[in-house]
């Protein structure tokens, strides 16, 4: 199996992993905090925290998505309220 190296990263797992440098075919692999693969985010801690934020942060842009298209009248206080009603409380 052929490996495209530029697109290989090192994730370094764990709180006591001294970071080793890993090489492939002579070349020196590159180390990542963070890394998505198959849609899925994975830090250093696995936590979750980082694709708990993109979800949120994805949600938190349709509904204002939302707000923008069913609103005929946009002046900033309408929309700030809306905001604040509809969006923030997730």
Known sequence: MKFNITKCKVLHVGNKNIGQDYF???TKLECAQVEKDLGVIVDQSLSGSCQCAVAVKK???RMLG???RSI???SK???LTLYNTLVRPH
């Open 77 to 79: 206080e309408i929309i």
């Open 24 to 26: 492939m075919g002579g």
């Open 66 to 68: 939302y707000i923008a």
């Open 72 to 74: 005929e009248y946009k």
């Open 59 to 61: 949600k938190a842009n």
